[in-house]
């Protein structure tokens, strides 16, 4: 397993601000994963960041909005940029062990809310 | 799009009896999981099945997996208050190191 920690737990931002995620990991992991998660609703994946690559995005995510870096094998930060109200939701950070994406282990989430 | 769809969307029943969640999903897929969240937090990993896997258990959790019929389930015998939370099931797709989230259960166990 790991530990995952996530900062900050949750913010209130005003609309056109921009926050920066931060994620850190016990253990060194090849794959991490940042997802969205919107008021009452599942998870959808913004994307996948492999340290020492260019994050890979999800259809509907672009990395002007949300700029991610992975700096090495246990840390990585999504930006959420020019926020709006509609960007309000639990952003999670995950990592899949054993080099694959299959068993994620997941960060406790910070929640987001733009006014 | 999610390609998992779950049902019920929502279940409630009495401590002590028994929970069972569907999943349903629509390509072929390298696993199914089960995770579990507590009141908007983190995801807890519940149990994985391979897609050469039918039954699979650990502990009170009981997962069934059909790939002819793209289905799987959850049960959850015996249960507790301490078990009321969003259930998802996700697929891993063959060919995508992804996981595709099902839009969830939430379950609430009444004492």
């Known amino acids: 397993s790991a530990v995952i920690s996530q900062k900050p737990s949750r913010d209130i931002c005003q609309r056109g601000t921009s926050l920066t995620i931060q994620c850190q990991v016990d253990s060194q992991v090849t794959m991490m994963f940042w997802y969205r998660q919107q008021p009452g609703q599942s998870l959808t994946l913004i994307a996948t960041a492999n340290q020492g690559s260019e994050a890979t995005y999800e259809s509907g995510f672009v990395i002007d909005k949300f700029p991610i870096s992975r700096p090495n094998l246990t840390f990585s930060t999504l930006t959420v940029s020019n926020m709006s109200p509609e960007d309000s939701s639990i952003y999670l950070c995950?990592?899949?062990?054993?080099?694959?994406?299959?068993?994620?282990?997941f960060g406790p989430g910070t929640r987001l809310t733009v006014t | 799009s999610q390609q998992g769809e779950e049902d019920p969307q929502a279940l409630s029943i009495q401590e002590g009896e028994n929970a069972t969640m569907n999943c349903s999903y629509k390509t072929s897929i390298n696993n199914l999981q089960w995770y579990r969240q507590n009141s908007g937090r983190g995801l807890v990993h519940l149990i994985l099945i391979r897609s050469n896997e039918r039954e699979k258990h650990s502990g009170r959790l009981r997962v069934t997996l059909d790939t002819s019929k793209k289905s799987s389930s959850l049960l959850i015998t015996a249960s507790r208050a301490a078990d009321t939370a969003s259930y998802f099931c996700?697929?891993?797709?063959?060919?995508?190191?992804?996981?595709?989230f099902g839009q969830g259960t939430r379950l609430t166990i009444n004492p």
């Open positions: 996700a697929t891993g797709n063959q060919g995508a190191q992804k996981l595709v």
């Open positions: 995950s990592v899949g062990l054993g080099g694959g994406a299959w068993e994620q282990y």
